[in-house]
């Protein structure tokens, strides 16, 4: 929502005026009039101290809004080449990167095609760590790359995968690995595919299928190709300007530069200097730095980048929000803070009581 006042928060939470009130009052916050529309940052720290959620909705109306890069995940069974097909078309794109082979750790890396495209890839570990930030509501993926090896088939992981890609409603494209391999046999796989539900364009589908081989490095231009394709099917656009709407893909501790953050934005520019709620952790944007370790002064959508500035260690899933200034940020960081440690005790007292149910 957008400048809701005291009095429609009310309604909506089912509060008296009055307990709101209090709660301003208690977090610093003065309040002129009743309707007198309130920041979506302290309309939620009320909303939370009252056990209601806060959805935010970003505006995008009449700002600019362009095409951008798809952000891509592999995810495949174990064994069938995600890193090596992830190794593979990282080096492409350090050979295209004229920075020249400095790689350092993001958990993701953007692919430039001659054509001026670019892919990002999400550098994910496991499924696990997908369905995790899916279930926190990190919608950052718009493709999966199903790898399957070709002398192998389709396997467990790879079921697991495709019905994770499905509950998150993200469109998948296959991609054959291992096909250098004698034992080789991409005909049996896209059966196997067939028969497990998937639509496969050989057979009038939708869903595209590439061969490859991560160790040779063959059919890695296809693979781009069919993502590109994908992407604009998809008709992928995101608002440019205006305030940031971006999530942590990692994060780390580093010895001198503090919490580290690799962040996607979703819409929106996110830039240095400002000031941001991270899950529950806040902090000033001190530095940005993209893919290759270059210093920025902004993020764009799509773009992987690395933040420096944030006073805590945030989880990969969190939310990245702009808030406008630091008193606003530590007040809202805390707040969440007091929610999370709620719902967590929250979750313990449940089990317990499941567990005191179930030993009667
Ligand atoms: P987990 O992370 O353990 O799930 O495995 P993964 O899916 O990341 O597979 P990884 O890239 O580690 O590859 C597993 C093995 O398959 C390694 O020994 C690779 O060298 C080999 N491998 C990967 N891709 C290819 C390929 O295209 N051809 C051949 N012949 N071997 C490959
Ligand atoms: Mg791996």
Redesign the pocket.
């Known amino acids: 929502f957008d400048g809701m006042t005291l009095v429609e928060l009310a309604k909506r939470t089912g509060e008296g005026i009055g307990v709101l009130q209090g709660i301003l009052i208690n977090v610093g916050e003065s309040i002129d009039s009743e309707f007198y529309p309130l920041s979506i940052d302290i309309a939620e720290l009320i909303a939370m101290e009252v056990g209601a959620s806060v959805k935010r909705i970003h505006v995008s109306e009449g700002k600019e809004i362009l095409p951008r890069p798809p952000v891509v995940t592999v995810m ?1 069974h ?8 992830l190794d593979a078309l990282r080096q492409t794109s350090v050979a295209a990167n004229e920075a020249g082979g400095i790689t350092q750790h993001l958990g993701a890396f953007v692919v430039s095609m001659q054509s001026g495209a670019s892919i990002t890839f999400l550098d994910t570990p496991g499924h696990a760590a997908f369905s995790a930030m899916r279930a926190r509501g990190a919608a950052v993926t718009d493709i999966v790359v199903l ?1 399957v090896a070709a002398d192998d088939g389709v396997m467990p992981q790879t079921l697991e995968a495709i019905s994770h890609a499905k509950a998150a409603n993200v469109p998948i494209v296959v991609a054959v ?5 004698p034992a080789a046999n991409s005909e049996r796989v896209k059966l196997q595919l067939a028969s497990e539900g998937l639509l496969l364009e050989d057979m009038g589908g939708d869903i595209q299928v590439v061969e ?5 490095k063959t059919g890695l231009d296809n693979l781009e190709e069919a993502l590109l394709l994908q992407a604009e099917v998809m008709n992928l656009k995101a608002r440019v300007d205006g305030p940031a709407q971006a999530y942590v893909v990692e994060a780390r501790l580093h010895k001198g530069r503090g919490p580290l953050a690799t962040a996607i934005v979703k819409a929106g520019t996110l830039a240095c200097g400002q000031h941001v709620v991270v899950g529950s952790e806040w902090g000033r944007i001190r530095a940005i730095r993209d893919v290759v370790g270059n210093l920025a002064e902004r993020a764009t959508p799509a773009m992987p980048v690395e933040i420096e500035g944030l006073k805590g260690l945030p989880m990969a899933g969190d939310d990245i929000i702009v808030v406008q200034s630091e008193e606003r940020a530590r007040m809202l960081s805390a707040g969440r803070k007091k929610k999370f440690e709620r719902d967590r005790l929250l979750k313990i007292s449940n089990g317990r009581a499941e567990e005191l149910e179930q030993s009667e």
């Open positions: 495949g174990v064994d069938h080449g995600k890193t090596s097909l790898v690995n291992k096909c250098d391999k490859v081989s991560a160790l040779k």
